[in-house]
């Protein structure tokens, strides 16, 4: 799907979401949640002064999705988002805690690898942040060795000019002697030029690398926000399950203190219930998916990360090498040039 | 400097007298640009510092304040003595305001200038100018009030000269006299150096545009590889490990290679571009002298048409005994003596060009093979710190 669609969607869920959880008789009243809604610091990008008082449930909400970004739940900035990531499953952990509803064992554990991945992902943004900057170097940097070079080259062009009109020219010993050093200078110079624009093609072809990994950033982020994505649905259907119960225990209770029968609250009863096993269900798949995610979000990471350090050191080999082999070139025709023109050195150098 | 043998191959600013003691000699630096003034009136003024031991020259060492426009009333002053020679040329005079005083363009200019001076003072025939002596010697006070005094008058006789020959080949136009139709010598050999000198200045312009976008480059390539160096660090930093540490290296080698591409820029605008830059002007300087010789021919054609239409004259009037033949005598005679005159100028003129042609030919061998050697060094040394630089990490990475 599209970015801004995902993220739009992502806004209206989050804020469902929060809805919900100030509802919650307990969650409601927590002092996490009264944290998370008030502190202005929160993430660089939540402000108080954005917020519009809901009428409805008396409480400050978030009317922009500035904590969405790039389709990665607190992603900017990494601290923030962290912060901002524990706060929700600080809150989950009191809804479980307080409700004592189906407090599936994998719970806790969703904390913690929570915590791992984040630290990955915060990693991963560093990464892609500095690949941008390289990148954009490493480019200018091919470019300046390939004008150096193709400058070197002109040069020793016009040099060969000035040769040749001199010999033609020359009416004198001095006048030859000139044009022949020129030529020489001229004849280094061309040469020099060419070993110039083959190191930068060999130069263009190491620092692809960079290029490469800087372009996997876009699919490793599409993963992450899967990832994001398929626990949100998780969290979102175990709310649903809690405000669906929340429904029943007030029907009950309001049945109880009328004698008799009610026919319409059994039934409704009996609607909700049935609302509760179709989306128990649908949290189950959701479960399945998140996991299912989380494993290959892992192994991709691992995969990734170890073929990058492979590259990488292979890029820095080659790049070095290939300046270390021209270079020496070079200079060994430099300085064959300056003993053929010793005789011309300032005396006493 | 002056060394008693024929001039020295190559002229520099660098100090150290090539003669042994009890030689004559002497030896100008032209030393110190201090900025004087404000603004618009503000100016440069330099040291020069003359060491000599002949007695001319108020030796062993006498310091004067100088700056530039003193230097070109020298120029201007031996450009109108001494037709003939080619005058050592000036560096630019600079008409734009905001470059003018950076660091670079003063170094640049102060060096032209001690070059310039120590060519004059190395010349077999310029040395002996009375004009450098009171350029060398003379207070600041009355240099200041030559050279204003006389200010007004050369600014327009060498815009004149320059002005004129744009075109030395084909419009010598004499404005004065109103003839139309130019008087060249028909020389072939003259005509064939004309063409050479011409071509020659082209051929020259493009190498010098070459060599500054040289040293555009080596600059350009400086500041990206220290850009370059910089982002590896950050990405080092980012990685950690011993990759991370890697990258720092490689990071930090770039910046210090950074630095050497820049040295090696300004070493190539000094002793590359520079010399180049005066080639050029001493091919103008003998374009100059090409005008002069010019004007001195096109006066000894005329004056020796005068003559013979004044002879021719005056022999009618001596057949018809007539009283104004005396007169005519006279006249014919003083014309005869103006154009004798002329004629030796202008032969004196070419026989001068032919011996400065000679310098000029050597000179220039020594100057470009000095530029060409200092440039196969200086590359040489760079392409070597650039290799070592870069080895010095290859243990790392290998062990990685």
Redesign the interface.
Same mark, same amino acid.
């Given at each position: 799907m599209q970015r801004h669609e995902f993220v739009e969607q992502r806004r209206i869920a989050l804020e469902k979401y929060l809805r919900r959880l100030a509802a919650h008789p307990v969650v409601g009243h927590s002092e996490e949640l009264r944290t998370f809604l008030r502190a202005p610091a929160l993430t660089s990008s939540y402000s108080q002064t954005d917020s519009e008082v809901d009428s409805e449930e008396g409480l400050p909400v978030p009317s922009r999705p500035q904590v969405v970004r790039d389709g990665m739940v607190g992603s900017v900035p990494a601290k923030g988002g962290r912060d901002f990531f524990g706060m929700f499953s600080n809150i989950k952990q009191t809804v479980v805690n307080g409700l004592g509803v189906g407090g599936s064992v994998a719970v806790p554990k969703l904390l913690e690898e929570d915590k791992d991945f984040l630290v990955k992902k915060a990693?991963v943004l560093?990464?892609s942040q500095?690949?941008t900057?390289?990148s954009?170097?490493?480019e200018?940097?091919v470019?300046?060795?390939q004008?150096?070079g193709e400058?070197?080259g002109?040069?020793g062009m016009?040099?060969v000019?000035?040769s040749k009109?001199?010999t033609e020219?020359s009416k004198?010993e001095?006048?030859t002697?000139?044009a022949d050093?020129?030529r020489?200078?001229a004849l280094?110079a061309v040469k020099?030029s060419r070993l110039q624009r083959a190191l930068n093609s060999q130069t263009v072809i190491h620092l692809d690398t960079l290029h490469e990994y800087l372009g996997l950033m876009i699919p490793i982020n599409n993963a992450f926000s899967d990832r994001a994505n398929a626990l949100n649905t998780v969290q979102t259907l175990s709310a649903d399950i809690m405000s669906l119960n929340a429904r029943i225990n007030k029907l009950e209770a309001a049945s109880a203190k009328v004698f008799g029968q009610d026919r319409t609250k059994t039934s409704k009863i009996e609607e909700l219930r049935e609302n509760i096993r179709f989306t128990e269900d649908a949290k189950n798949n959701a479960i399945r998916q998140y996991e299912r995610i989380k494993e290959n979000n892992k192994s991709e990471l691992q995969r990734i990360e170890k073929e990058r350090?492979s590259d990488?050191?292979a890029m820095?080999?080659g790049?070095?090498?290939s300046?270390?082999t021209y270079?020496?070139r070079?200079?060994v025709e430099?300085?064959k040039?300056?003993e053929e023109?010793?005789?011309?050195?300032?005396?006493?150098h | 400097m002056i060394s008693t043998e024929s001039d020295p191959?190559?002229e520099?600013s660098?100090p150290?007298p090539?003669s042994p003691s009890g030689q004559p000699f002497v030896m100008i630096s032209v030393t110190e640009p201090v900025k004087m003034g404000t603004g618009v009136q503000s100016y440069i003024s330099y040291r020069v510092i003359t060491k000599s031991n002949m007695t001319e020259f108020e030796g062993p060492e006498k310091i004067v304040i100088r700056r530039y426009s003193d230097f070109e009333w020298l120029h201007d002053k031996l450009a109108e003595k001494y037709k003939g020679i080619f005058i050592p040329p000036l560096p630019e005079k600079s008409a734009v305001e905001k470059f003018r005083f950076s660091a670079e363009f003063i170094e640049m200019r102060r060096q032209a200038l001690d070059v310039f001076i120590n060519r004059i003072a190395s010349h077999p025939v310029l040395r002996k100018s009375e004009d450098l002596r009171t350029f060398l010697l003379e207070e600041e006070e009355r240099m200041e009030r030559i050279r204003s005094i006389e200010a007004g008058i050369f600014s327009k006789k060498s815009s004149d000269i320059f002005q004129m020959f744009k075109d030395v080949q084909s419009k010598v136009s004499d404005v004065v006299l109103g003839k139309e139709k130019p008087v060249e010598e028909s020389d072939p050999e003259y005509e064939?150096l004309k063409n050479?000198i011409f071509?020659?200045e082209n051929?020259?312009a493009?190498?010098q545009k070459?060599?500054f976008?040289?040293v555009k480059?080596?600059r350009? +390539?400086g500041?990206?590889?220290g850009?370059?160096g910089? &982002?590896?660090k950050?990405?080092g930093a980012?990685?950690g490990e011993s990759?991370g540490k890697?990258?720092s290296d490689?990071g930090s080698k770039g910046e210090i290679l950074s630095l050497k591409l820049q040295k090696e820029a300004h070493n190539l605008l000094m002793n590359f571009e520079e010399p180049l830059k005066d080639y050029v002007r001493a091919v103008q300087s003998i374009k100059a002298t090409m005008a002069d010789r010019a004007n001195a021919f096109r006066q000894h054609c005329e004056l020796a048409e005068t003559t013979k239409l004044k002879e021719i004259n005056l022999d009618k009037l001596m057949l018809m005994h007539s009283e104004r033949a005396r007169e005519a005598e006279i006249d014919f005679k003083e014309s005869k003596a103006d154009s004798e005159e002329a004629t030796k100028r202008f032969e004196a003129i070419v026989k001068t060009m032919n011996e400065e042609l000679?310098r000029f030919?050597?000179q220039?061998?020594?100057d470009?093979? +000095?530029a060409?050697?200092e440039?196969?060094?200086g590359? &040489?040394k760079l392409?070597?710190d650039?290799?070592d630089a870069?080895?010095g990490?290859?243990p790392k990475?290998?062990a990685?």
């Open positions: 990693k560093d990464l500095q690949l900057t390289i954009q170097q490493a200018t940097l470019k300046a060795q004008d150096m400058t070197m002109e040069m016009t040099f000019k000035l009109f001199e020219q004198s001095s006048q002697l000139r050093v020129t020489q200078f280094t020099v350090r990488f050191q820095l080999k790049f070095v090498n300046q270390v270079s020496q070079m200079a430099w300085e040039l300056a023109t010793k005789q011309y050195a300032r005396p006493g | 191959p190559a520099t660098s150290g090539r064939k050479y071509e020659l051929h020259l493009e190498t070459q060599a976008r040289l480059r080596h350009d +390539l500041q990206s590889l850009d370059f910089k &982002a590896m950050l990405l980012c990685e990759l890697a990258f490689l000679a030919q050597e220039k061998t020594a470009l093979g +000095l060409f050697h440039f196969a060094k590359q &040489a392409a070597h650039i290799a870069w080895r990490v290859l990475l290998e990685l």
